[in-house]
C-alpha cells in the first residue's frame, strides 16, 4: 500500500535570525526568487540569499526505522551532523513534495534491464540538467578546466558523508581512480574513461574537498562522462580501502576475519571488480556470509541503499546521509523505499504495467508496445509519453567470426552492404514504427550531428535487385535448390538470430529475418534473455548481432568505448571481439583488423583531443561516420519515438526530452524530488 507523510522534523542548522522562513519555491512557480547559476537547483548560500530566508532542515519522520534496516548503520545523529555543510538546493518541479511511500519499479532480472531503476538514486560528481545542454553541479560543488582541457579540478562539498556517516573527501576519488580502477588485481584492463591519449588519467589530492584530474592528453569530454555515466568516480576508502593491501598492510589478515582468502577478495566481493553499479550485492552473492560481514552492501552517496536482495528483486530504503534538501529544507529523496521486481518475460512486464503495478518504466519498452499502453492509460492510472530517442535498432554480423568460412563473408563490406539494401525500412517502418521512424544509417553517432550529415541515409535504400546481384556475385548461390544461398565454399549458410527484447523489439527481427530471407540467406529466429545473449556474444559465438546502438557526440568525447573495437561494452551492441583481442595484446592474439579500424581509432582520438565545436573536431567526427557508413559494419534501421511510462500517482515527474540510456535515464529529471501522492 502507497502512502505518505506530511511534513517531518524540524532541526535548524544556522543561527536562529529573524529572517523568515524559506519559500516553498518550485519550478512552476518560482515566487519571485531569482534564478540561480545553474537551472533548477543553488547552493544553500545562494539560494538563501535569493529567497532572503535562513533555512531550518527537517529529516523523512521514518528515517530511524529505515536506517535500523541498513546494516551496519549504527544510531543516527541529527540531521545537523548528516548533512553537509552546504546542501545542494533542488528545486522541484510542480510541488514541495511529502515524505513516505514505497516506488514500485520492475527490472528484467538482475544486471539485465535494471538501469531505468538504477538511475532513479543515482549520482555523479555533475550531471545534466534536463535540458540536456548544460552540465551542473551534484556531487561536485564546481569545476574548473584549465586552457588545454589537461587539467580539471573539483570542489566538493564541506562535510558530505557516506550513507554510513563516514567523511566523504577527496581520498574517495583517489582510492576509485588509484586502488581500483588502475589496479590490475581489482580490473584487468582499465577503462576508456580513466585514460586520455592512452595514458592512465593521474589525481593530485589538494586538499578534503578539493582534488584535480591531470590529463596527458587533452580530454574535455571528461566531464561530460561524469554527467552521463553510471560508473561513479568514488568508492568508499574507509571501507574497501580497510581490506586493500597498498593501504593497509593487515588487509589480509582483515579480510580473513571474515572468511576471505585475501584483501582482493574481499574488496571484489563488494566491488565485483567492475564500475557497473548493478552487480549483485553481498546479500545475493553470498547470503549466509553475508550475515556476517561488516555491511551487507558497501555504504554509498545514492538516494537509497540496498536492504535486501534475492533472485526475486530488491529493496532499498532512503539514505539517512543524503546531501540534497529541497527549498523549504526537507532533506531528499521523499521516497522512503524502492522495491524493484524483476520479470524477464516481456509479455508479462507489459501486463504489470497495464494493470498498474510500476510506478515508472521506460527501460525495454519500444514502439510496438505503444497502441497497448495508450489504450491502458485510463484504466492502469498511468500516463504515457512518446519521446525522441537516440537509440536505433542496428544489426551487425560477426566480423572476427571463428568459423573462418562465415567470417571470409561476414568480414567483406560488399556482403554486409547487399543484406542493408535488402532490408525494407519504409516498410518496416510503418508496419512496426506506425509511421513515426525515420530509416536512418549507423553513422557512429546518434543523433547525427551536422559534421555527419551527408551520411546519414547511405546505403538504406532498398534495394532487393541490387542485394541479390551482390550476394550472386560473392559467390553465394543457392546450390541443392532449396531457395537459399550456401557460402562460397559450398557449406550450408543459416543466419540464427538471437535476440532480447530489452534490446530490440521482436517485430523489427522478424521483418528483417523475412527481408534476408527473400534475398536468399536463411534466417531463423531464438528470443533469449538479456543474460544468454551477453554471455553469447562475449563468447564470440553469435554470427549476427541484434541490440540498439545510440551514441550522441557528447558521450564519445568522455569515452571511445563504442567506435573502437570491440565497438561497445559487455551491456550492448559489439562484433569486433578478436579484433580487440589483437589489439589489446599488442598483436600475440586474435585476429588484425583492417587498415580503416587502425585509422578509425587514430581519428577517434583525434576527435576527443580536439576542442570542443572546432574544425578539427568536426573533421575527425566526419572521417568517422565516413568510415562506418563505407564500411556497413553496423546496419542501421529505424530511428523512432519511445513510450515511457509514469503512474499518476507519482508527482513532480516532468516531460522528458528523449527516452535515452545515453543521458541515463532519470538522472537529468532529479528523481529525489519525485514523491508519492496519498491517494497512490
Request: contains cysteine.
Amino acid at each position: 500500500m502507497k502512502f505518505a507523510f506530511a511534513g517531518g522534523i524540524a532541526l535548524t542548522l544556522l543561527s536562529t535570525t529573524a529572517m523568515a522562513a524559506c519559500p516553498a519555491v518550485t519550478v512552476a512557480d518560482p515566487m519571485g526568487v531569482a534564478a540561480g547559476a545553474f537551472p533548477q537547483q543553488y547552493e544553500l548560500a545562494a539560494f538563501q540569499d535569493a529567497a532572503g530566508c535562513e533555512m531550518a532542515f527537517t529529516a523523512n519522520p521514518e528515517i530511524e526505522a529505515l536506517n535500523a534496516e541498513i546494516q551496519g548503520n549504527g544510531d543516527l545523529p541529527p540531521l545537523a551532523d548528516r548533512l553537509p555543510a552546504e546542501p545542494l538546493v533542488v528545486v522541484p518541479y510542480d510541488q514541495v513534495g511529502t515524505y513516505g511511500g514505497t516506488f514500485d519499479a520492475l527490472s528484467n532480472a538482475t544486471e539485465a534491464g535494471t538501469s531505468d531503476f538504477l538511475s532513479l538514486r543515482h549520482v555523479n560528481l555533475v550531471r545534466y540538467s534536463d535540458d540536456l545542454q548544460t552540465i551542473v553541479p551534484n556531487v561536485a560543488k564546481s569545476w574548473q578546466w584549465n586552457d588545454d582541457f589537461t587539467e580539471l579540478t573539483m570542489q566538493l562539498r564541506a562535510g558530505h558523508k557516506w550513507s554510513d556517516g563516514a567523511p566523504f573527501t577527496s581520498e574517495d576519488v583517489r582510492f576509485w581512480l588509484e586502488n581500483l580502477s588502475l589496479d590490475t588485481n581489482i580490473r584487468e584492463k582499465a577503462a576508456d574513461y580513466v585514460l586520455a591519449g592512452g595514458e592512465p588519467i593521474a589525481i593530485e589530492i589538494i586538499s578534503d574537498t578539493e582534488f584535480k584530474f591531470v590529463l596527458a592528453a587533452p580530454k574535455p569530454g571528461l566531464l561530460v562522462h561524469f554527467a552521463t555515466s553510471y560508473a561513479q568516480p568514488f568508492q568508499p576508502a574507509h571501507f574497501l580501502g580497510q581490506f586493500h593491501p597498498a593501504l593497509n598492510d593487515g588487509a589480509d589478515a582483515r579480510a580473513a576475519e571474515f572468511g576471505f582468502e585475501n584483501g582482493y577478495e574481499a574488496i571484489n566481493f563488494y566491488f565485483g571488480g567492475s564500475d557497473w553499479t548493478d552487480t549483485p550485492s553481498p546479500m545475493l552473492r553470498d547470503p549466509a556470509k553475508a550475515e556476517t560481514l561488516p555491511y551487507a552492501t558497501q555504504p554509498t552517496l545514492e538516494s537509497h541503499i540496498y536492504v535486501a536482495d534475492t533472485t526475486e528483486g530488491r529493496k532499498l530504503v532512503a539514505n539517512p546521509y543524503f546531501f540534497q534538501v529541497d527549498t523549504t529544507g526537507q532533506q531528499l529523496p521523499y521516497i522512503s523505499r524502492q522495491d524493484e521486481l524483476y520479470k524477464n518475460d516481456s509479455e508479462v512486464r507489459l501486463l504489470a504495467i497495464v494493470n498498474g503495478e510500476v510506478d515508472y518504466k521506460a527501460q525495454s519498452l519500444q514502439l510496438p508496445n505503444a497502441p497497448l499502453l495508450l489504450e491502458s492509460q485510463e484504466s492502469g492510472g498511468f500516463t504515457v509519453q512518446l519521446k525522441p530517442t537516440v537509440a536505433m535498432p542496428t544489426f551487425s554480423f560477426n566480423v572476427t567470426s571463428d568459423d573462418e568460412a562465415k567470417r571470409e563473408i561476414f568480414a567483406n563490406p560488399a556482403f554486409r552492404k547487399a543484406m542493408s539494401a535488402a532490408i525494407d525500412r519504409a516498410e518496416l517502418n510503418e508496419v512496426a514504427f506506425f509511421g513515426l521512424g525515420e530509416p536512418m544509417a549507423y553513422t557512429g553517432f546518434s543523433p547525427v550531428p551536422e559534421f555527419a550529415a551527408d551520411y546519414a541515409k547511405i546505403g538504406t535504400a532498398f534495394d532487393a535487385a541490387a542485394a541479390n546481384a551482390a550476394l550472386d556475385g560473392l559467390g553465394m548461390a543457392d546450390l541443392d535448390g532449396d531457395g537459399f544461398r550456401e557460402l562460397p565454399n559450398g557449406d550450408a549458410l543459416v543466419l540464427n538470430v538471437q535476440f532480447a527484447t530489452q534490446g530490440i523489439a521482436g517485430e523489427v527481427v522478424e521483418m528483417v529475418a523475412q527481408d534476408w530471407s527473400d534475398v536468399g540467406v536463411q534466417t531463423t529466429l531464438k528470443e533469449v534473455t538479456p543474460d544468454e545473449y551477453r554471455a553469447a556474444q562475449s563468447a564470440n559465438e553469435l554470427d549476427v548481432m541484434a541490440w540498439w546502438r545510440s551514441e550522441p557526440l557528447a558521450i564519445h568525447l568522455g569515452t571511445s568505448e563504442s567506435l573502437v573495437p570491440p565497438f561497445g561494452s559487455f551491456f550492448g551492441h559489439r562484433n569486433g571481439m578478436r579484433w580487440a583481442e589483437w589489439i589489446d595484446s599488442n598483436g600475440s592474439a586474435g585476429i588484425e583488423p583492417p587498415a580503416w579500424v587502425k585509422q578509425l581509432i587514430d581519428d577517434v582520438a583525434a576527435m576527443q583531443a580536439a576542442a570542443p565545436g572546432s574544425a578539427e573536431q568536426a573533421a575527425a567526427g566526419e572521417a568517422i561516420a565516413k568510415a562506418f557508413t563505407d564500411n556497413m559494419l553496423f546496419i542501421g534501421t529505424v530511428i523512432a519515438p519511445s513510450p515511457i511510462i509514469a503512474r499518476n500517482g507519482l508527482v513532480n515527474v516532468p516531460e522528458f526530452q528523449t527516452s535515452s540510456y545515453e543521458y541515463y535515464r532519470t538522472y537529468p529529471y532529479r528523481a529525489t524530488q519525485w514523491f508519492l501522492a496519498e491517494d497512490n
